[in-house]
């Protein structure tokens, strides 16, 4: 059984910075891509983040500069180090896992998610 559990959301105010992880269990993503998302409340999921093979990344351009995706292998787990937060920044954090290479941007093309941890950016 596959699992992703996410850890490191919580209260924070502008400017401050935040370390999420996602640990996973039950197979590994080395060879695939980790992905984080976020939802702000009324608002649809969007992407945040990749990593893949290679340590290639991709990030939405909202967060380029500030935030920074990766991963160790040997424990199986994705990190997002997230400074100079925004009040925008404010939303549930997920992360998801994705069987093939290719990096993505589309929720429906990962294959696990976790739980989500809320972060929340005071102004």
């Known amino acids: 059984q596959v699992q992703l559990v996410e850890s490191g959301g919580g209260l924070v105010q502008a400017g401050g910075s935040l370390r999420l992880s996602c640990a996973a269990s039950g197979r590994t993503f080395s060879s695939g891509v980790m992905g984080w998302f976020r939802q702000a409340p009324g608002k649809e999921r969007e992407f945040v983040a990749a990593i893949g093979w290679g340590d290639t990344t991709r990030y939405v351009d909202s967060v380029k500069g500030r935030f920074t995706i990766s991963r160790d292998n040997a424990k199986n787990t994705a990190y997002l180090q997230m400074n100079s937060l925004k009040p925008e920044d404010t939303a549930v954090y997920y992360c998801?896992?994705?069987?093939?290479?290719?990096?993505?941007?589309?929720?429906?093309?990962?294959?696990?998610w976790g739980q989500g941890t809320q972060v929340t950016v005071s102004s």
């Open positions: 998801a896992a994705r069987l093939r290479v290719r990096l993505s941007v589309i929720s429906d093309e990962y294959d696990y």
